[in-house]
């Protein structure tokens, strides 16, 4: 087992790495200080390991809340729900909320632990590749809007991130594609040796590799906590964690949320986002080459889809928050594994881009 | 006009207290640091001074949200349709929401700052008595859910509060009385001078004189800041704020939210806490007799509704937040202006208390 401690002051937190790890209970008891807990998951997830994790926390009072599964489902609606639970079973400010799922669970079980009552304790249980690289570090937490994806949230950190690599045998091959998108962007924004690691290392992640995802867990994890340890609050820095998003969130917002996964639309809008920087001069074509050839070797999809227009592309990159005072801020490449975030975009390149990374119907 | 620094740490702010400020813009404008503004009020205020407002502040995306007036009115649903119109209105990162009314404007506008973008700035212009005292210090935002008040929230801290007393020449004097009941409070928890100040000018503060007002908003606040600054989020000594507020939620939850004014609900709550504190011994039978004394020349209720019995008040506190791990905690007084948490509560005491507070029918 790997622990690595994400650095936040008196929010700091350990995230514990490995097999079998729902197995061992103390890692989750020792970070309960109350005796009421409410285990947060979706109606995918909650057959497969509920009962697991119930029986090995014995002497606690445990309520569910099983949440209908996928990103369309991660409303305010749908979040208010969790409250009805924790109310009616009377939970109180000692009580430490569990989320066992995915992204989508994580981002509304934190969101919950951040305003019920003012804040309570949570610990996340990610049970997708996606969510153990992306949401075990960085205290983002939220749902969505019809009007905008993450729209509504809090940054909130968690008592304990435990990342178990066993959970992944159950995932649908297109999700693991889906974490391993990040896992990339990890390389690209800040990490030139990981990249090239994962050049050599694609077929063993794809594969369910116990070691080779492991390592990837740590090594994203490890890229993430230190950008979020100099920047809490998206003040800069931290935006550079967007590479692929903003072109991404465009992609997702346009096709619904959750016909594309969201992993896949991050993959798409890196391949859009790496062809910009290499408008600007910023990679070279072979550079170019290898980052679409890894996102292909991947199973991600390099093109945006075929009915997307560039108009609707700027209409919906308009509405991100990641636009500053109604100027669009990209984080682009500046050379491997080294990320920007830039207002100076050159919107002939940018019609380029749009035009280049159209699938072809 | 007196200004007040809430001491927070890089959340610190100023209260501005006097008469006349919301025809002095540049005490806002100098916290407003985008281009955007949401102005959030509700039916009752919004026709007084919407438009004063607005027309002092030129040159900025001002956008304005009228909720329904009224406690009942504190709900999820409410406070998700800011959203609708900060989305609509392409509000981005920097826009700054403006709560324009009470106590219920006020903690369903921080809180909607709170996790709008997951949070941008908020300033609180309170317009009623109660809102100036309670609300204006200490980032409690929220609201409520059908089995409980407050449970939905988070600690936010505005940019500024411009409490200007002479919009309190609009409140209705049951309204008035109501923010009384909160400026008693804090003589009797923490300043005992104050509390013989308030015995000596309380017919001043009824008849809305304006030095007078200025006078107990600014002590109430710099009462409540002191408190606030060892504790911004209620581990402890906080909690003494809630003097009176354990019996009074009950009463509100059992009248339903808005029949009884939370002011009205709170000075009866300090009667019965004041009731409970006396058979323990800590005051004396004079100086419960000044104490209610007091409420009743603030036309405040100082018994519990006839019609509520010991077991209802019971059940309410047992799902009151201030219950740690299923233990009732209390606040009481020590003596006259000192305040204590306990959960070494005499239950044939504080039955005794809830025989001799019940109102006659």
Same mark, same amino acid.
């Given at each position: 087992?790997?622990?690595?401690?994400?650095?936040? /002051?008196?929010?700091?937190?350990?995230?514990?790495?490995?097999?079998?790890?729902?197995?061992?209970?103390?890692?989750?008891?020792?970070?309960?200080?109350?005796?009421?807990?409410?285990?947060?998951?979706?109606?995918?997830?909650?057959?497969?390991?509920?009962?697991?994790?119930?029986?090995?926390?014995?002497?606690?009072?445990?309520?569910?809340?099983?949440?209908?599964?996928? &990103?369309?489902?991660?409303?305010?609606?749908?979040?208010?729900?969790?409250?009805?639970?924790?109310?009616?079973?009377?939970?109180?400010?000692?009580?430490?909320?569990?989320?066992?799922?995915?992204?989508?669970?994580?981002?509304?079980?934190?969101?919950?632990?951040?305003?019920?009552?003012?804040?309570?304790?949570?610990?996340?249980?990610?049970?997708?590749?996606?969510?153990?690289?992306?949401?075990?570090?960085?205290?983002?937490?939220?749902?969505?809007?019809?009007?905008?994806?993450?729209?509504?949230?809090?940054?909130?950190?968690?008592?304990?991130?435990?990342?178990?690599?066993?959970?992944?045998?159950?995932?649908?091959?297109?999700?693991?594609?889906?974490?391993?998108?990040?896992?990339?962007?990890?390389?690209?924004?800040?990490?030139?040796?990981?990249?090239?690691?994962?050049?050599?290392?694609?077929?063993?992640?794809?594969?369910?590799?116990?070691?080779?995802?492991?390592?990837?867990?740590?090594?994203?994890?490890?890229?993430?906590?230190?950008?979020?340890?100099?920047?809490?609050?998206?003040?800069?820095?931290?935006?550079?964690?967007?590479?692929?998003?903003?072109?991404?969130?465009?992609?997702?917002?346009?096709?619904?949320?959750?016909?594309?996964?969201? /992993?896949?639309?991050?993959?798409?809008?890196?391949?859009?986002?790496?062809?910009?920087?290499?408008?600007?001069?910023?990679?070279?074509?072979? &550079?170019?080459?290898?980052?679409?050839?890894?996102?292909?070797?991947?199973?991600?999809?390099?093109?945006?889809?075929?009915?997307?227009?560039?108009?609707?592309?700027?209409?919906?990159?308009?509405?991100?928050?990641?636009?500053?005072?109604?100027?669009?801020?990209?984080?682009?490449?500046?050379?491997? /594994?080294?990320?920007?975030?830039?207002?100076?975009?050159?919107?002939?390149?940018?019609?380029?881009?749009?035009?280049?990374?159209?699938?072809?119907?």
């Amino acid at each position: 087992m790997q622990v690595l401690s994400v650095n936040l /002051g008196d929010r700091s937190y350990p995230i514990y790495i490995g097999e079998g790890l729902l197995s061992q209970p103390e890692l989750l008891t020792r970070h309960i200080r109350g005796r009421q807990l409410c285990i947060i998951s979706n109606d995918r997830i909650a057959p497969l390991y509920m009962d697991k994790l119930c029986s090995s926390l014995t002497g606690l009072q445990i309520s569910k809340v099983i949440l209908p599964d996928g &990103e369309s489902h991660k409303t305010l609606e749908i979040w208010a729900s969790i409250f009805d639970t924790l109310l009616a079973e009377k939970h109180n400010r000692t009580t430490t909320l569990i989320a066992l799922g995915g992204g989508v669970v994580g981002d509304m079980t934190g969101f919950a632990a951040a305003c019920y009552q003012r804040g309570v304790d949570f610990i996340q249980i990610p049970t997708t590749l996606l969510s153990m690289v992306d949401s075990s570090v960085g205290g983002k937490t939220g749902v969505n809007h019809p009007l905008g994806k993450n729209m509504i949230g809090a940054f909130y950190q968690p008592q304990c991130v435990l990342a178990d690599i066993s959970l992944l045998s159950s995932l649908p091959s297109r999700e693991l594609s889906a974490g391993i998108a990040e896992i990339i962007k990890y390389g690209l924004i800040s990490d030139y040796d990981f990249f090239v690691w994962l050049e050599n290392n694609i077929d063993a992640l794809l594969g369910g590799d116990a070691f080779a995802l492991t390592y990837a867990v740590q090594r994203s994890c490890e890229n993430k906590a230190a950008v979020v340890a100099q920047d809490e609050r998206e003040g800069g820095l931290r935006a550079i964690l967007n590479f692929g998003h903003t072109f991404g969130h465009a992609i997702e917002t346009a096709q619904g949320y959750g016909n594309w996964l969201h /992993g896949e639309a991050v993959g798409a809008g890196m391949a859009m986002a790496a062809d910009l920087s290499w408008r600007r001069g910023a990679i070279s074509d072979s &550079e170019l080459a290898r980052i679409v050839d890894l996102l292909h070797k991947a199973k991600l999809p390099t093109k945006a889809p075929a009915d997307m227009s560039p108009a609707q592309f700027m209409e919906l990159m308009g509405v991100d928050k990641k636009v500053l005072d109604g100027r669009l801020r990209l984080v682009l490449l500046e050379s491997m /594994g080294k990320a920007i975030t830039t207002s100076d975009i050159d919107l002939v390149m940018l019609q380029q881009t749009f035009d280049a990374s159209k699938a072809v119907i």
